[in-house]
Structures are given as structure tokens and as C-alpha cells.
């Protein structure tokens, strides 16, 4: 069975730092493009970073990059997403999502996890 869960969200303050994960289990995890996408209330569910099948290219919403960095462990079918210097407007549910293609991610067709709160107090 084709599976994703996210992990590590919680409440941290403005300028604090999360670590989330994404595991992945139940296919060959190394093959897929994965990325993290959010979505705040009241709000459409947008991208936010995504890296390639073997980690060597990564892609970053603007108002991230610096901020965020994600990385992966084939070996333990698991990305990372660390978040640092957080403010309110990373506050959302984080998904991951995973995709053969990179074009493709983020479609219905990919795959997604159920989510993870964000919330970040100022």
C-alpha cells in the first residue's frame, strides 16, 4: 500500500525553527520527485520546495529560500523539510507530495500524505 506521512509540525514561536519529515512506504520512493506544499486558512494550497529523485537539484518557493531547506535519505525513504526563521505567514498545513516527474507534482495524480499543522505565534 502506497503511504505517506508527515511528521513534526507543531506551535513554535516567530524566528524558531521545525523539522519536518515525509515517509514514505509501500513503493521505490528513490524514483519520485517529493516535494512540500501548504496550504493556510482561507487560503489555496501552494508550493513550497521540492527536490529531485536523487537529491541533486531542489526548487524554492521565493519567500522560503534561505529559510528552508529540504533534503532526502533513499535509504530510509524519508525527505526533511527544516524550517528555520519562521514568521505567521508560515503558518499552514505542510504536505508532502511525491511524483514521478517534476512537471507532475503537485497534480492529482501525485501522491499525498494527510498533512501537518503548522503554527507559528508572533
Known amino acids: 500500500q502506497v503511504q505517506l506521512v508527515e511528521s513534526g509540525g507543531g506551535l513554535v514561536q516567530a524566528g524558531g525553527s521545525l523539522r519536518l519529515s515525509c515517509a514514505a512506504s509501500?513503493?521505490?520512493?528513490?524514483?519520485?520527485?517529493v516535494g512540500w506544499f501548504r496550504q493556510a486558512p482561507g487560503k489555496e494550497r501552494e508550493f513550497v520546495v521540492a527536490?529531485?529523485?536523487?537529491?541533486?537539484?531542489?526548487y524554492y518557493k521565493s519567500t522560503v529560500e534561505g529559510r528552508f531547506t529540504i533534503s532526502r535519505d533513499n535509504a530510509k525513504n524519508t525527505v526533511y523539510l527544516q524550517m528555520n526563521s519562521l514568521n505567521s505567514e508560515d503558518t499552514a498545513i505542510y504536505y508532502c507530495?511525491?511524483?514521478?516527474?517534476?512537471?507532475?507534482?503537485?497534480?492529482?495524480?501525485?501522491?499525498w500524505g494527510p498533512g501537518t499543522q503548522v503554527t507559528v505565534s508572533s
Open positions: 509501500g513503493w521505490t520512493f528513490s524514483n519520485y520527485v
Open positions: 527536490v529531485t529523485q536523487s537529491g541533486e537539484a531542489t
Open positions: 507530495a511525491a511524483s514521478p516527474m517534476i512537471t507532475s507534482l503537485g497534480a492529482a495524480t501525485s501522491y
